[in-house]
């Protein structure tokens, strides 16, 4: 089923059922009408069948409307990140070509820049605040309000493409990810079964819709018929008001923002919360356990995955086994290969050694491959399955465990380390706030494993190296050779919009140390 007909569908069965909560709430019957009205606007501004519309706005109810009016349109929605700079962005552009830009006053100057080093540039549309609104810019709102009110007469096939994310990354210039109507439809069904959505659930809207996980509550909920309550940016305090105040059943969100929730003290009264699930980056076992212990879910799901194939695997009760990646999913099939670079997926490994997770592309969850990117498509696909550079292992039980990324691997004096394992070891020392663990050069070792760490709010930064040190050496458990050979206290672990952990830039170097172990060894 393509997008807009689901919409549509959902609103014909629930047309005064809220759709969208928050300040300026709508029900179902509102939402479909304003979205064929802009769906319209769209297509007068450029943005008709088969284009593409790129979205560059803040976030919220007024992006959310603009991606669900691009289905209805025919058009490929692109919503980008807002964290892009202006060399990046302008490459987007210039890779993909869309009919339009579309933003709002907190991206405006972004994109103007970018525009300049466009050869072709697309029209700028306005989808801000009215009175903020720059002259002579076309505006989105008002070519909504001219627009007929009956529905656009297309309609997109499964086959269409509905959307196209962009990976942030690490390294080198974003990947475009077209994905289909059907792949979209089929991560929303998923979504729902996997993590136990009910109809009328009412979600939380704060992970941003140029990912993966955003996009997955906005159209889980439009299929479910739940509430959608959108929060343009992450503040936890402001979080947590929404969560108690609109009666929040079921969160989806990052590790890194469900540890801000809990530091406000105040998780406790969000008693409407019964469903969890995290993706994007591993959660320690201290962290679900809190989450636990504070909101006592009903349900509790690591999601694996990604923007590619949305479903790896899911860990279905992380109470029982918290960081456990579980099985693969509803529509997916993953085998555990060898982890070299040409190695194909017919090289299973041995059950309980580690390897390179590979998923099939025969899941409807999956893209067909990345935009203009030939050499991208020979690095991750190989006769029918996505190599996802994902590390994991299985138990006695036959569940996964991912232990890192191949990038990740630090080799230490010749041997190979994993920095999850110590990551978690080391996440029990009760003189941090956060670690993550890299391998750094060092001539001796020629990587040596190195533990970033950030101190508690007030903490002498001195004081917490020894107390890490400490810990590492007497109560982490870890054998000698995979003790920190170095500890480095930082103000802040560099991660990305999403909360994935930028390692690459502690690797290089670009950080600031509050203090730094150095030459100082562990062993």
Known sequence: MDLATALRWTAERYPRRTAVGGASPMTYA???????????????????????????????????????????????????????????????????????????????????????QVDRPPVLVWAGRAEDRPEGAASVVDAAARAPGSRVRTTPTDDDVSVMLYTSGTTGRPKGVPRTHRAEHHAALAHLVQTGHAPGEVTLGVMPLFHTMGLRSLLASVLAAGTWVPQARFDADASLELIVREQVTAL?????????????????????????????????????????????????????????????????????????????????????????????????????????????????????????????????????????????????????????????LINSGGENIYPEEIENALAGCPDLDEVIVVGTPDDKWGHAVTAFVVAPAGSDPAVTLERVRDWARDASGLPSMKRPKRVVVVAEIPKSPVGKIL?????????????????ATTS
Not at 271 to 288: D, E, I
Not at 379 to 404: H, K, N, P
Not at 506 to 511: H, P, R
Request: aromatic share 8%; hydrophobic share 40%; proline share 5%.
């Open 30 to 116: 509102q939402w479909d009408d304003r979205t064929e009205r802009v769906a319209h606007a769209l297509g007068a501004l450029g943005a008709a069948q088969g284009a593409r519309a790129m979205f560059l706005l803040q976030g919220g109810e007024p992006l959310a409307t603009l991606h669900l009016a691009a289905q209805k349109a025919g058009a490929v929605s692109l919503p980008l990140s807002t964290r892009f700079g202006v060399e990046e962005l302008s490459y987007c552009i210039g890779d993909c070509d869309p009919a339009l830009v579309a933003v709002d006053e907190t991206t405006y100057d972004l994109v103007t820049r970018a525009l300049e």
């Open 252 to 408: 989806y969100l990052v590790p890194t923002i469900y540890w801000s929730l809990l530091q406000t003290g105040r998780l406790d009264d969000a008693w409407s919360v019964r469903k969890l699930a995290y993706a994007g980056a591993s959660m320690t076992p201290n962290l679900a356990q809190q989450l636990v212990e504070t909101l006592h879910p009903e349900r509790f799901v690591n999601h694996f995955g990604s923007t590619e194939i949305y479903t790896f695997s899911i860990g279905p009760d992380v109470a029982a086994k918290p960081g456990c990646a579980g099985r693969a999913g509803v529509f997916s099939r993953v085998r555990l290969v060898d982890p070299s670079p040409d190695a194909d997926p017919d090289q299973v490994v041995a059950h309980g050694e580690q390897g390179q997770v590979a998923v099939s592309m025969s899941s409807p969850e999956a893209f067909s491959g990345y935009w203009h990117r030939p050499d991208a498509d020979a690095a991750a696909i190989r006769d029918g399955w996505y190599f996802t550079g994902d590390l994991a292992t299985t138990d006695e039980d036959g569940d996964l465990w991912v232990s890192g990324r191949v990038d990740d």
């Open 503 to 519: 390692r690459r830039r502690l690797t290089s170097g670009d950080f600031a140390a509050l203090a730094d172990s150095s030459e």
